[in-house]
């Protein structure tokens, strides 16, 4: 059984709701999975995990969340991330959703395989849920 988590940040729901999809499309598959609000995450949360959800929404000038999210995020610059399997996903209103191709460029910098990402403006679609619950799936083969 393949180990999941999913950590994200959320202001308005809407990156909840994603995590929610992500969460039950990897249930789905058999996988056991952990699911946490990011200031309840440990780095343990990803370094012992076979695969790993993100998400943010975009804020402060197409950047992921910068209190928690970030701080997060950085730590894992420096560890030996050995192309992990992730799947990134978060929200947007104002802008264009940059942030997400920043975000999966800087993962793949950290030795990460980005297997899949979702950037939803505003409030997803019936779509952009099966799509996540579907990213679930992926992480938990």
Known sequence: MKKV?????????????????ILEGAKAQGAE???????DAKIEDVTEADAIA????????????????????????LLP?????IV???SYGWDDGKFMVD?????????FDVVDYIAVKES??????LKSKQMGGVLAK
């Not at 729901?13 to 995590?19: D, H, P, T, Y």
């Not at 993100?54 to 610059?77: A, H, T, V, W």
């Not at 975000?103 to 030795?111: A, I, N, P």
């Open 5 to 21: 988590s999913i950590i994200y940040w959320s202001n308005g729901g809407n990156v909840e709701v994603l995590a929610n999809s």
């Open 33 to 39: 999975v952990n699911i946490k609000y990011v200031r």
């Open 54 to 77: 993100f998400g943010s929404p975009s804020m402060d000038n197409n950047r992921i969340e910068q209190l928690e999210m970030e701080p997060f995020i950085s730590q894992f610059k």
């Open 81 to 85: 991330n050995k192309q992990k399997k």
């Open 88 to 90: 990134l996903f978060g």
């Open 103 to 111: 975000w999966v460029q800087r993962m793949k910098d950290y030795d």
């Open 124 to 129: 997803p679609s019936e779509d952009e849920i």
